[in-house]
């Protein structure tokens, strides 16, 4: 997923609308979600903007919460995980971009 601000963010202020976002889905799921995200900074406006895989989202409606980073913060674009391309694709593609700060949590942890 690819999760945008509508305006400029400091990183402290996107990691807590990141927070609210994450919170509302883990309640909606009653469980905890697990996740890898980059934190990037976007070439055209230099605007802060959060690439994810995220973990544990079986049954989650895509559009509801592409819906709710909407009301939070921005613009979202959530895919389904595609198994053929496997989880290094989506991982190697943001590690190895100069400009990014990595982040794991939730069940990501608990292996």
Same mark, same amino acid.
């Given at each position: /997923? @690819?999760?945008?601000?509508?305006? +400029?963010?400091?990183? =402290?202020?996107?990691?807590?609308?990141?927070?609210?976002?994450?919170?509302? &889905?883990? =309640?909606?799921?009653?469980?905890?979600?697990?996740?890898?995200?980059? @934190?990037?900074?976007?070439?055209?406006?230099?605007?802060?903007?959060?690439?994810?895989? /995220? &973990?544990?989202?079986?049954?989650?409606?895509?559009?509801?919460? /592409?819906?709710?980073?909407?009301?939070?913060?921005?613009?979202?674009?959530?895919?389904?995980?595609? =198994?053929?391309?496997?989880?290094?694709?989506?991982?190697?593609?943001?590690? @190895?971009?100069?400009?990014?700060?990595?982040?794991?949590?939730?069940?990501?942890? +608990? @292996?």
């Amino acid at each position: /997923m @690819t999760l945008t601000f509508r305006d +400029k963010q400091t990183v =402290k202020s996107a990691n807590r609308k990141w927070n609210k976002w994450l919170r509302r &889905l883990e =309640k909606e799921l009653d469980d905890q979600v697990g996740y890898f995200r980059v @934190t990037e900074v976007g070439r055209v406006g230099n605007r802060l903007h959060f690439h994810s895989l /995220m &973990l544990n989202l079986r049954g989650v409606r895509r559009l509801r919460w /592409m819906d709710e980073w909407d009301l939070i913060a921005g613009f979202a674009r959530i895919y389904p995980y595609q =198994k053929s391309r496997g989880a290094n694709y989506y991982l190697c593609k943001y590690v @190895t971009k100069q400009i990014a700060e990595h982040k794991f949590g939730g069940l990501v942890l +608990k @292996t």
